[in-house]
Nanobody, 120 residues
Framework: QVQLVESGGGLVQPGGSLRLSCAAS????????LSWLRQGPGKGLEWISEILTGGGSTYYADSVKGRFTISRDDAKNTMYLQMSSLKPENTAVYHC?????????????WGQGTQVTVSA
């Protein structure tokens, strides 16, 4: 059974940083592309970043490019999202998901999420 468990969210001031983690189990982690999604208040799920297998090529939505960094540790079956220069509009529940930007809507598998609140 596939399990994705996010952690690391919390309350942070504008301009601050957080690192999210996604612990995965139930599948061969190193063989799967993964993404981070987020859902802001009153909004739908939004893809924000992906990391592929092998060399780990990464891609970002324009809204987070240059401020967020995605990474993975295949030995630990864990993916990360380092977020910096956070803004109030980044407030959302952040989910890790199976698949890339092109496939996560087909695979429809993501974790329960971790809340990130950016506020003074």
């Amino acid at each position: 059974q596939v399990q994705l468990v996010e952690s690391g969210g919390g309350l942070v001031q504008p301009g601050g940083s957080l690192r999210l983690s996604c612990a995965a189990s139930g599948f061969t982690f190193s063989n799967v592309a993964l993404s981070w999604l987020r859902q802001g208040p009153g909004k739908g799920l939004e893809w924000i970043s992906e990391i592929l297998t092998g060399g780990g090529s990464t891609y970002y939505a324009d809204s987070v490019k240059g401020r967020f960094t995605i990474s993975r540790d295949d030995a630990k079956n864990t993916m990360y999202l380092q977020m910096s220069s956070l803004k109030p509009e980044n407030t959302a529940v952040y989910h890790c998901a199976l698949g890339s930007a092109a496939t996560w809507t087909v695979l429809r598998t993501w974790g329960q999420g971790t809340q990130v609140t950016v506020s003074a």
